[in-house]
């Protein structure tokens, strides 16, 4: 039994750790199914994985490490990052590894949440953090016939180091962010490479470059100037999203500079018009996530690598069929296919007042007060929930922004007896619809299909403004805003 319980261990729940010690709230427990925290960067550790935000940025404002070697570290610096801020802050002792969540059920009698594991061990909690990240459940195709590959099949997010790919035919099915890292750090060891492409990237150029050891000296000395370093890198990835917001001059002419340096890295690689158009998305610039490289075209361009235009049909034991009719005979298939981002909020059952299942309360809409509450579901709240996604800055600004309302919203409850805390359904309402106004004029609903949107054309995961934005509008917290019943934080009704 404690005051608040934490799902995750990823950037998210360690953030939450660290804010419930600020508020002096030593009841607490991270639930990581697990043996080690870290999240996607601790699951993550296919060849080539990177962040596509510098490290300066994507990392903790009250941690910062100046011993980052290059601009965008690679999967296992970003993870030893994780394990450091954990050791620093001594939450090792506030994580129960292996414990899997299945389901989070509100029990009204006792005024209190019980978490409950897929091996049928429970916690009973006042409050919940869900910080099990947009990108924790693999999206698989269902290709017809993908059973009946005889060869290696696996997703990237799972990636089977035990595979040799030297001299193999190897398939990668996907262009996304995932496989813009992964095939330019395996095409010289595979005999052969495909690459299916459903849809090309908008992609720009990295700039990547290790750190010279007197940056990182002087950040040692002078955190400070490690701190005008991240503003910097915020401003210039804030303006990004002038690209996607509306259809002004600046937007319009940002969208024509990105499509200008796309052109030039295809151009360089792919002289031939024919080669280079396929190559060329023809949907607008963010729209489906921007992606940064410098060596995917160089990549593709490699003899022994063949991008494939044609959609899948099926797969066999030897390989897959497209829909021109070819087959593609392989050894290894790769599965670089995402993530199941809009499938809110799997992989959990989350089960609120009155019996109401989250997933039919959001069957119309993941509707939410700026990602943060849901009505009907007391004393819970998501980090980089619905509605606060990003295609342009760091998700960890967005988490900081979300737990610092998060701890406002405890130290209320805790200084003026106050048991739970529930969001207005009106409050709901108004935000989910000013959210579905905004975002029907961006970028990202304009047509193009993308993890961003769900089955039935809705955008229910994009942050339809600027971060700074988001930082003003949710830096306080409006006890106006929440339905509250008087009680002591932390003290569940006995079981009747």
Known sequence: MVEVAIIGSGFGGLGAGVMSLEQGIDSFVVLERAKAVGGTWRDNTYPGCACDI????????????????????????????????????????????????????????????????????????????????????????????????????????????????DGKRIGVVGTGASAIQLVPAIADNCGHLDVFQRTPPWVLPRDDRPAPSWRRHLYRALPFLQRLHRWRIYVRQEFLSLAFLGNGKIAKGMTARIMEETKTLIDASFPDPDEAAALLPSFKPGCKRLLISNDWYAALAKPNVEIITSSIASVDATGVTTTDGEHHSLDVLILATGFAVTDFPSPLTVVGRGGMGLADHWKDGASTDFGLTVSGFPNLWFLAGPGTGLGHNSIVFMIQVQLQQIGRALKYMRSESVATLELRPEVEAASYAELQRRVATTVWASGCSSWYVRDDGRVDTIWPGTTTEYWWRARRFAPDRYLATAGRFGQITPSR
């Open 54 to 165: 510098p490290s300066h940025l994507y990392s903790f404002s009250f941690a910062q490490n100046p011993e980052w070697s290059r601009s965008y570290p690679a999967q296992p610096e970003i993870e030893e990052y994780l394990k450091r801020v954990t050791d620093h802050y001594n939450l090792h002792s506030h994580i129960r590894f292996g414990f899997d969540v299945a389901e989070v059920r509100w029990l009204d009698d006792r005024a209190c949440w019980s978490i409950t594991s897929r091996a049928g061990d429970t916690v009973l909690a006042s409050a919940v953090i869900s910080a099990t990240g947009p990108l924790s459940q693999p999206a698989t195709p269902d290709f017809p016939g993908l059973s009946d590959f005889a060869g290696d099949v696996f997703h990237s997010a799972n990636w089977r180091h035990d595979v040799p790919m």
